[in-house]
Each structure stands twice: as C-alpha cells, then as structure tokens.
Nanobody, 126 residues
Framework: QVRLVESGGGPVQPGGSLRLSCEVSDSQYFENYAIGWFRQAPGKEREEILCIDSVDGSLTYVDSVKVRFTISRDNAKNSAYLQMNDLKPEDTAVYFC??????????????????WGQGTQVTVSA
C-alpha cells in the first residue's frame, strides 16, 4: 500500500512560517495524482486548504489561506510541500496530506482523496 508521511510541523509564533513536507512512498501513486493539504482543528471537521494537480500544477485553495500559503510538488522526490507564511492562531491544527483517488484529478473534495498521512501538528501561539 502506498504511504504518505508528513513532517515539518511544530510550535510557531504568530507571523512566523513553516514548511511542511509530504513524502509519498511510490512514484506510481504520485506523478499522476493530485496532492492536497488539509487540516483539522480541535473540535472541528477536517477541511481542505490547498491542492495541486498533476496536469499543470494548478492550485486550488480556500480563501482564508490563498495569500499566505502555497503548495508545490517535486516529482523527482515524490514529495509535495506546503509553505505557510504569516501564521495565525486560527491556523492551529493537525495538517494532513493526501493523494487523490483518481489520476489527473483537479478538485479538492475530501471524499475524492483516498490515502492520507498521519498528520503533523502545527501550533501557533505567543
């Protein structure tokens, strides 16, 4: 089974930056799939943040992070990255990466992502 592993989370002060990494175990399940970053805050449902497709690298994002966050992918390393800048306390959550269920997927729906990492905690506080 393909595995996804997130890293790079941790505590950070408001206004700070973090770069999260998502490594996929097999290129067969990376190159032609969308990779999404999602987060789940305490007591809340998991929500989509940013997704990047495998066709042309187009991004899809939620309004609250579209200026501050960006996503990229490196096919040679089977990895995707979430660069988070100007972090705010409301960004505190467990962050997950996931692979789309279908090849060449360009959407962000939670139900269309079928393989998830274990998550990495991001805590933004003074």
């Amino acid at each position: 089974q393909v595995r996804l592993v997130e890293s790079g989370g941790g505590p950070v002060q408001p206004g700070g930056s973090l770069r999260l990494s998502c490594e996929v175990s097999d290129s067969q399940y990376f190159e032609n799939y969308a990779i999404g970053w999602f987060r789940q805050a305490p007591g809340k449902e998991r929500e989509e943040i940013l997704c990047i497709d495998s066709v042309d690298g187009s991004l899809t994002y939620v309004d609250s992070v579209k200026v501050r966050f960006t996503i990229s992918r490196d096919n040679a390393k089977n990895s995707a990255y979430l660069q988070m800048n100007d972090l705010k306390p409301e960004d505190t959550a467990v962050y997950f990466c996931a692979k789309s269920r279908y090849t060449y997927y360009t959407g962000t729906s939670l139900g269309d992502y079928d393989t998830w990492g274990q998550g990495t905690q991001v805590t933004v506080s003074a």
